[in-house]
């Protein structure tokens, strides 16, 4: 029965995502990775983009499309972050990862079919090649998982009819949470350039340590929460009641040290 | 007895490498990876690079160095070949081959360490961030295999130290082999625009269609062969001599059918 009792505990899986502003400080990212080879037991990253995609691009000539302060993603976009984000930052970052010794393995969602997602569907907008996943394949990331590996996510899908898609990182980061939260007990943990989600956003250190379904939906309503941030409380709320156990929004040092300021969300 | 000589009988492998020329043809490219899909069987992809890094390096107004005809990678080179080879192509090429249900997996030599190397040895010239292979992980590739996926390689490794190296696609190509034949009866085949090896660099029906040991040293010697060839062919006989079981230079419709000439390589 105490054997039984013990098999019934879910193995820890930690997911980090980190976003644009970490990756484009390189000193900072290199901590960063430092500290993420450094978590004990499974674990997965998911890295944003940058300010290089935004570069590459101007200095191809190509300026990037907004519509309503989005992105869109046509043909010659779509070849610059899947250069950029599947190609450079995904295999620096894996690079740095092996040699502390944290055996990387960097994805697209089109490997091993890991991430499938539709072309965003045109209501007023068309987006362009923007992907809205529709499956993660927690079968084959955990297979990698239990052959050691730690899967390194880029933000991009496909619709496994040969089309590359442009995928928000922090959606794929909360899917994939999702999609393991079956198997495992996952911790999330989205990293930025703050200390967490803010009161005041011209005040660093008014951190919301704790912020449960109900807090949101008020602080949401008082837009007391900068606008930027919704999604990303979208994203978690929508991972904790599906499953993911725990989940945190802060500066990339909390993977190692929650000893300081930082965001918890709970359910209500 | 007979069930053991049925499992001494090694599972078939094929590893085909497809060179630039046939990546800058979208439609040929379309065919090829059509038809790789339809091989029976585990199977890997290697990639050459094609025109697409010089366009980019070209359109960034970097020029390609080269010394004596050998293109030197400084760092902007580096970033460019990565971008292009592990990013643009590679996700296109498994994108592609996830629509014709081939379970493709990209993969640089620094993801899950597949395949390590050093920066060149500076003698007389620096080539900059070149890599010579030192150690292919026949253990994960064959993981990869029984994993039901399809291993589809760039020309990027990396040094284990965090550093990524641009390494010549023919030389991957036969390193993979040579490491995975000690467990997989293993056909390599190199895939580029000519029929074979040519008697008659003018002649594109002058195919030979047998080169053993001895007739390419012959040949060599007496500057038959083209002087491109040269390093292909060496990659061939060393891959033969370490155990590889049938090697084949052709253009990409070999793959699916042999009912046309091409070079055949073999021991003396």
Redesign the interface.
Known sequence: MKELKYKQVKTKLTIVKIGGNVINAEKALAIFLKDFASVKGLKILIHGGGKKATE?AS??GFQPKMIHGRRITDQANL?VV???????L???I???L??YNC????L?G????SIQAHKRIVKDIDYGFAGDIDKVDNT?IQ?FLE?K?TPVFCA?T?N?????LNTNADTIAAEIAVALAKTYHVELIYCFEKKGVLKDVNDDNSVMENIDSKLYKIAKDKGVIAAGMLPKLENCFYALQRGVAEISIGNPAIIVNKNQKYTRLVLA
């Open positions: 590459l200095k191809l070849d899947t250069m950029v984000y599947a190609g450079l995904n295999k620096k894996v690079a740095q092996q040699q055996n990387a393995l960097g697209s089109a490997d091993a079919n084959i297979s052959n590996l991009i496909h496994k009819k040969g089309q590359l």
